[in-house]
């Protein structure tokens, strides 16, 4: 094994991903969502910065070819588990998790059964944009637990009839109810609109990948 540093931060990135759900175990909230948010954003970060260091370098192995795409899926995967985990369970945020989870399995199974012939099915362009809009939306839909946390935090002890007001405007907003309320409900929509993105796009890719490998699906006649 060759360990370059692109390969280094890969296997970082990889080792980091369990973390996300460690982080709501050892601290409270919101300070988990603030860890877990930062942590997801730098492993974000490394998986473009290691593969363009290995391409700029020219050290592109076979190492970091077989892990980048697992440390990948396994933040993605695992992001996933723990937002919905500690949300509502609303269909529209299970749904296309559940997409995007399912495509994952399918694609990893796929690339198993063809072995050496996995070859055929690269990364294309499309799905690169798939894992962009994933992560941009993991990382919004963290940033909703944020706000919903610290909505909460301040509105601590007050009755629901004063909260009431602060919100139409009635009593001043001493402690800034309004644009938290505003920034949960906006994170909330745009990382569950690029979730939806990104699941139509897990799908368009899947259903390519499939079409590719189907010529090495059929039976010897």
């Known amino acids: 094994m060759t360990w370059t540093l692109p390969n280094i931060l890969t296997v970082l990135r990889l080792v980091a991903a369990p973390g996300l759900a460690l982080m709501f175990l050892y601290f409270s909230r919101p300070y988990a969502d603030w860890f877990a948010l930062m942590l997801f954003v730098v492993a974000a ?8 260091l290995a391409r700029a370098w020219k050290q592109e192995t076979k190492l970091g070819a077989m892990l980048d795409p697992i440390a990948d899926k396994a933040m993605v995967v695992i992001a996933l588990m723990v937002i919905v985990g500690y949300s ?12 995007i989870l399912f495509r ?4 990893s199974g796929l690339r198993e ?15 690169k944009w798939k894992t962009t809009a994933q992560m941009v ?9 944020i706000f919903e946390h ?10 629901q009839a004063l909260v009431d007001q602060v ?17 949960m409900v906006w994170s909330g929509r745009i990382g569950l609109w690029l979730l939806w993105v990104a699941a139509a796009l897990t ?19």
Do not use: C, H
């Open 45 to 52: 970060l490394t998986d473009w910065i290691d593969g363009y």
């Open 203 to 221: 799908l368009i890719t899947g259903a390519d990948y499939l079409r590719k490998a189907f010529p090495f699906l059929k039976e010897n006649s």
């Open 113 to 127: 059964f063809l072995g050496d012939t996995a070859g055929t099915l690269k990364v294309t362009k499309l799905a």
């Open 137 to 145: 939306a993991i990382a919004v839909l963290f940033a909703q637990g």
């Open 167 to 183: 919100m139409l405007g009635e009593v001043e907003d001493l402690q800034g109810l309004r644009w938290k309320f505003e920034a």
């Open 104 to 107: 994952e399995v399918f694609v």
């Open 150 to 159: 610290y909505l909460g935090m301040s509105a601590w002890g007050m009755d």
């Open 88 to 99: 509502s369970m609303s269909p529209w945020l299970v749904l296309p998790a559940t997409f």
